[in-house]
């Protein structure tokens, strides 16, 4: 008998690699090598790749770079502007501001951040160009970029809404015992949704309740515990549903797809706001979400804010102080405790309100 969800799998896959193609065929990356036919933006865009990968450079900034120059190539195709010598200090202001002026298919703009990364990448760019002589002088050499945004996280989701999630996925069905396994271990570890969809096999040591973490945001690899719950549901998916999900003995992903390979973090991330909508929470967001609620609880359960940035794999400390910052329990019961005006003294006549609430003199 196959286990449900598993009905067609052959033809599953079939069917992804033929998207897969197809969205190879309709999405021509103009950075993809160095060739003649490409514009001299292009053949620029490819050198700068390559030598981001010769140096080292992760994976992810390297995508993040070619999504960059990407984004600034098309915008220069519309203006008619091929070449790096064409690129002048009011170009770049121009694209500044074009960035600024989009608007999402949600119509919701570019962020801050994500406005700042895009600008930051094209310094880079123009300095390693005139470093190799592509051009005279740098056009973003002064280029102002948007201030940074230091934003609050949003609220952390309750133990009960935890529990609601984690009881969502039916684990008589072998998707159901995985998504259960990457909802534990997402909210014991913290994890980026990146880490989770490059974690192997052996990266998982049951042994000690901890997973090795490589190659984690800025390359930096790290080890974090999962707790024994996390570790038990992790141990029971790799006994009973890893092996009639991989599509074969060379895939080493500790998560796999339905069609026996590895996530890419996007779908992955696109996943788990599916389950987190499937379980009744009105909340946007997905891994990132249990990220900061595994942080929440930690720090509200008295971990100190070292142990958890070390979890969480930040390289400032002032980045998990963010954690801190919206964790207003402890802060609430000491000033109930210690402040004068936390208590409506009832000699003075002050009384909250019945209708409004409010203290009425």
Same mark, same amino acid.
């Not at 590895?262 to 996943?271: K, S």
């Given at each position: ?5 598993? !009905? ?47 140096? =080292? ?22 203006? =008619? ?11 770049? /202001?121009?694209?500044? !501001? ?43 050499? %002064? ?54 969809? !490059?974690?192997?096999? %052996?990266?998982?040591?049951?042994? *000690? ?22 570790? *038990? ?5 790799? /006994?009973?549903? !890893?092996?009639?999900?991989?599509? =074969? ?21 696109? *996943? ?15 891994? *990132? ?70 203290? %009425?003199?």
């Amino acid at each position: 008998m196959k286990p449900k969800g598993f !009905r067609n799998v052959p033809g599953m896959r079939a069917a992804r690699r033929r998207r897969a193609a197809a969205l190879v065929a309709d999405n021509a990356d103009p950075f993809a090598s160095p060739s003649a036919s490409a514009s001299g933006l292009g053949r620029a865009g490819a050198a700068y790749l390559e030598w981001l990968a010769v140096r =080292g450079y992760a994976q992810g900034t390297r995508e993040s770079a070619r999504e960059a120059l990407n984004w600034f190539a098309a915008w220069c195709e519309e203006c =008619g502007l091929a070449e790096p010598g064409d690129i002048t200090r009011p170009v770049l /202001e121009a694209y500044q !501001r074009r960035l600024w002026r989009h608007r999402k298919a949600d119509g919701s703009p570019l962020g801050g951040s994500t406005q700042r990364q895009r600008l930051s990448v094209l310094r880079g760019w123009f300095s390693w160009l005139v470093k190799r002589h592509w051009i005279a002088a740098n056009p973003a050499a %002064d280029l102002e970029l948007p201030r940074p945004q230091r934003r609050l996280p949003g609220d952390a989701l309750t133990p009960d809404q935890v529990a609601a999630l984690l009881a969502l996925p039916d684990i008589a069905d072998p998707l159901g015992l995985r998504d259960r396994a990457m909802l534990e271990l997402l909210y014991a570890s913290g994890l980026r949704r990146a880490e989770l969809a !490059r974690l192997e096999v %052996d990266d998982f040591r049951p042994a *000690h309740q901890v997973l090795a973490v490589r190659q984690g945001k800025g390359s930096r690899d790290r080890v974090t515990p999962t707790g024994a719950r996390a570790a *038990h549901w992790l141990a029971r998916y790799l /006994e009973q549903a !890893r092996p009639l999900l991989a599509a =074969g003995p060379a895939e080493r992903a500790l998560f796999l797809t339905g069609f026996g390979h590895a996530w890419t973090p996007e779908t992955l991330g696109q *996943h788990i706001s599916r389950l987190l909508k499937a379980s009744g929470l009105e909340r946007r967001g997905g891994a *990132h979400l249990l990220r900061h609620t595994c942080a929440t609880h930690m720090l509200e359960g008295g971990a100190d804010i070292r142990f958890i940035q070390q979890q969480l794999g930040h390289a400032k400390l002032e980045t998990t102080a963010l954690y801190a910052e919206v964790c207003v329990r402890q802060l609430l019961e000491v000033h109930a405790r210690c402040h004068p005006g936390a208590r409506l003294p009832a000699e003075a006549g002050l009384v909250p309100s019945e209708e409004t609430g409010k203290v %009425d003199a």
